[in-house]
């Protein structure tokens, strides 16, 4: 294959265009401006919040449950 071919030059810039696509995809994703400190905050945050939630659904599970007429 020819290195100055008009093929070679399309498929160079089929391949510009995708990562400049690709680009954008990333910049747009959720998290990308953030630290990585921020992102392990936060992460230590939503871990304290599934454990409260899970003692408070152990809670609600073990009161006493009231019989509810089937209709």
């Known amino acids: 294959?020819?290195?100055?071919?008009?093929?070679?030059?399309?498929?160079?810039?089929?391949?510009?265009?995708?990562?400049?696509?690709?680009?954008?995809?990333?910049?747009?994703?959720?998290?990308?401006?953030?630290?990585?400190?921020?992102?392990?905050?936060q992460l230590r945050s939503l871990r304290e919040q599934v454990r409260t939630k899970n003692e408070l659904l152990q809670k609600y599970k073990s009161l006493c449950m009231f019989e509810i007429p089937k209709e």
């Open 1 to 41: 294959m020819d290195k100055d071919s008009q093929d070679v030059h399309q498929v160079l810039n089929e391949l510009k265009t995708k990562f400049q696509e690709m680009r954008k995809m990333i910049s747009a994703m959720p998290g990308v401006g953030v630290s990585p400190e921020q992102q392990q905050e």
